[in-house]
């Protein structure tokens, strides 16, 4: 029979990498309550990818921030307690484990899975309004960016012909703009217009993803500088420059902020209340 919701059957036991995804998520000296609250999160997302993994794919996650950071077993004490202390533990929206996605600094402003996407979300991933926890971040406000009009261009257009959008036809960009924001604020779809008269609009974490793309020799490589670390931007076009300002955060934004997490462990609160904080609605359950 296939895998059910809580069933790890035919799937390695999560346990056996967790401590290894946690250390590298988090930093050495961050508090107990913030691991705990980053397990819980952590196996619920793995759980989910796992049991999603198409048929004839041979892995079920990337060591990467494609799916989760991993580097092996790991021997951090902290990392070890956490993964002990909330072992079988997963958050549930409705009665499903919640794919709880988490990233390192909100901002103070979440997304949605279909802010970031377009994609389906759940009643736990609702974008919300985040009290600072997270601005001791060295990614909560960043300075602005400035990237060529003409080159930012190519490299949406390249990118929409990679993904097989309709940005594939873009011409030179003559105005970029925030085209809607969410329920908190933050902005969920871009605008871009071209030289050629067409519009074109992407969700925020494609219009990010986009702007960041790298993967022809055609264009000039980007250094880490010029990247984009955050959708939470605004976007102006200025001569033959695009500047991105009030930029914060770092990451997509959805879940569980990692900053703020630790701001609030450290503000005294425990893993359940960081984990309502930022899962609103969700439950813990054990799974296993």
């Not at 892995?59 to 950071?69: C, F, G, I, P, R």
């Not at 901002?107 to 736990?124: F, I, Q, R, V």
């Not at 993803?209 to 076009?237: D, E, F, M």
Request: with cysteine; glycine share 8%.
């Amino acid at each position: 029979d296939a895998p059910t919701q809580f069933d790890l059957v035919n799937h390695v036991p999560i346990e056996s990498y967790l401590p290894g995804v946690l250390d590298r998520e988090l930093y050495d000296d961050w508090q107990l309550a913030t691991y705990h609250a980053q397990a819980i999160a952590a196996r619920s997302y793995a759980l989910v990818s796992a049991l999603g993994t198409p048929p004839g794919r041979w892995y079920d996650l990337e060591n990467t921030q494609v799916s989760q950071a991993y580097r092996g077993y790991s021997h951090h004490a902290t990392s070890r307690q956490a993964v002990i202390d909330t072992a079988g533990l997963v958050l549930t929206d409705e009665g499903s484990i919640l794919k709880a996605y988490y990233s390192s600094t909100c901002g103070g402003a979440g997304l949605s899975p279909h802010d970031a996407w377009g994609a389906a979300s759940a009643n736990a991933l609702v974008p919300k309004t985040h009290e600072p926890w997270c601005e001791a971040s060295p990614y909560f406000q960043l300075k602005p960016i400035e990237r060529s009009r003409v080159t930012l261009s190519q490299r949406l257009a390249a990118f929409g012909k990679r993904q097989f959008l309709p940005i594939a036809e873009l011409g030179t960009i003559t105005t970029m703009a925030i085209a809607e924001r969410n329920e908190v604020g933050r902005a969920s779809r871009f605008a871009i217009s071209d030289d050629r008269g067409k519009r074109y609009i992407l969700p925020a974490e494609t219009f990010r993803q986009a702007c960041n793309y790298r993967g022809t020799k055609r264009l000039p490589a980007l250094s880490r500088r010029l990247r984009l670390r955050t959708s939470h931007v605004n976007p102006i076009v200025r001569g033959e420059q695009v500047i991105f300002t009030d930029m914060r955060g770092f990451g997509h934004g959805i879940g569980l902020c990692q900053f703020g997490a630790e701001g609030m462990a450290n503000a005294g609160h425990d893993a359940v209340e960081i984990l309502a904080t930022y899962y609103p609605g969700a439950k813990i359950e054990r799974a296993y």
